[in-house]
């Protein structure tokens, strides 16, 4: 079974910097896209950022210029860095795995928690 392990969560001020970490492990990592996902109370589950096996990123508008996605295949890790945050950005935030061709994600990580407030 795929195991998804995210940390680096809290609370920051706003304008404040977090860097999100997921370590994956019983999967080829290099062969899957990664990405994550934010859910605030009441909404669904959004796309923040993707970053695909070639290392092509997209990211949702509203952290363009604000988050960096990145992945280091040697440490099957993908990281979240978030700067500049924002109250809006507050949510639980989901690392994902998902085949290349798979329309949807194929795991997910158990979720780690932003809260953005002064």
Same mark, same amino acid.
């Given at each position: 079974?795929?195991?998804?392990?995210?940390?680096? #969560?809290?609370?920051?001020?706003?304008? #404040?910097?977090?860097?999100?970490?997921?370590?994956?492990?019983?999967?080829?990592?290099?062969? @899957?896209?990664?990405?994550?996902?934010?859910?605030?109370?009441?909404?669904?589950?959004?796309?923040?950022?993707?970053?695909?096996?070639?290392?092509?990123?997209?990211?949702?508008?509203?952290?363009? #210029?604000?988050?960096?996605?990145?992945?280091?295949?040697?440490?099957?890790?993908?990281?979240?860095?978030?700067?500049?945050?924002?109250?809006?950005?507050?949510?639980?935030? @989901?690392?994902?795995?998902?085949?290349?061709?798979?329309?949807?994600?194929? @795991?997910?990580?158990?979720?780690?928690?932003?809260?953005?407030?002064?």
């Amino acid at each position: 079974q795929v195991q998804l392990v995210e940390s680096g #969560g809290g609370l920051v001020q706003p304008g #404040g910097s977090l860097r999100l970490s997921c370590a994956a492990s019983r999967i080829i990592f290099s062969t @899957y896209h990664m990405g994550w996902y934010r859910q605030a109370p009441g909404k669904q589950r959004d796309l923040v950022a993707r970053i695909t096996t070639t290392g092509r990123t997209n990211y949702e508008e509203s952290v363009k #210029g604000r988050f960096t996605i990145s992945r280091d295949n040697a440490k099957n890790t993908v990281y979240l860095q978030m700067n500049s945050l924002k109250p809006e950005d507050t949510a639980v935030y @989901y690392c994902s795995v998902q085949a290349p061709f798979s329309r949807d994600p194929d @795991y997910w990580g158990q979720g780690t928690q932003v809260t953005v407030s002064s």
